[in-house]
């Protein structure tokens, strides 16, 4: 089955610094990944995602992700942290085995400091 | 036009009573889910529907029951409510299965049991 690890519950920024969010995915196929956010008090949003074409993937407000098979690493960057950003970021994995299940993983809440 | 729309936003109720909340999405979607998120912001998928059938089914108590009056609609009726049951409640829909599909969310019901 597929899983997805984020490195870090929390993450404090510096408005203008670069904001880094680690995701690892455990899977035996060729994955979909994917990095939601959720704002407070609402549902969770697409911020862009890898479906086995360019493994560098631009998504929205300046974000990008990079898939990295070798490292099976599916990390979120985006240059400069805007206070906007102050979110949680889920990665997640379609199971291709069940039908469209997206497994997400623990979040990561990101805290930007003024 | 809220594109997922789930009601109610709130709920408190007392351990043992039975309580529902309602889905709706006016996006044309064939595919509707049910998400469970806990008090440490752990996703977890409960159900999908697709067209009206039942297509994920997790391992969910059997005091959780969804219903799918119709592809734009998927309800969640819950039994005997227990401590446990305390979570923000999310629907989702998606166009189809395609695992590369994006879900859009709805805002979340939070449901309180005392």
């Known amino acids: 089955a597929q899983s997805v690890t984020q490195l870090g519950s929390h993450v404090s920024v510096s408005e203008g610094a670069l904001v880094l969010l680690r995701c690892n995915y455990s899977?035996?196929?060729?994955?979909?990944l994917f990095w939601y956010v959720q704002y407070p008090n609402q549902g969770l949003q697409l911020l862009l995602k890898?479906?086995?074409?360019?493994?560098l993937v631009k998504g929205i407000n300046g974000f990008e992700a990079e898939f990295k098979k070798s490292e099976t690493s599916f990390h979120l960057t985006k240059p400069s942290a805007h206070m906007s950003d102050a979110a949680e970021y889920f990665c997640?994995?379609?199971?291709?085995?069940?039908?469209?299940?997206?497994?997400f993983g623990g979040g990561t809440r990101v805290l930007v400091k003024p | 036009d809220t594109a997922v729309s789930q009601t109610p936003k709130y709920l408190v109720t007392q351990m043992g009573n039975d309580k529902s909340i309602k889905c709706e999405q006016n996006?044309?979607?064939?595919?509707m889910y049910w998400y469970k998120q806990d008090s440490k912001k752990f996703l977890k998928i409960m159900f999908s529907?697709?067209?009206?059938?039942?297509?994920i089914n997790e391992t969910v108590p059997n005091r959780f029951s969804p219903k799918s009056p119709d592809k734009a609609h998927l309800n969640l009726h819950i039994n005997s409510l227990e401590l446990g049951d305390s979570a923000v409640y999310f629907c989702?829909?998606?166009?189809?299965?395609?695992?590369?599909?994006?879900?859009?969310f709805g805002e979340g019901s939070r449901l309180t049991v005392l």
């Open positions: 996006l044309g979607h064939d595919t």
């Open positions: 899977s035996s196929v060729p994955p979909y």
């Open positions: 989702a829909s998606s166009q189809d299965l395609r695992l590369t599909g994006e879900l859009f």
């Open positions: 997640a994995v379609s199971d291709r085995a069940a039908g469209n299940k997206l497994t």
């Open positions: 529907y697709n067209n009206k059938e039942l297509i």
């Open positions: 890898y479906t086995s074409a360019a493994t």
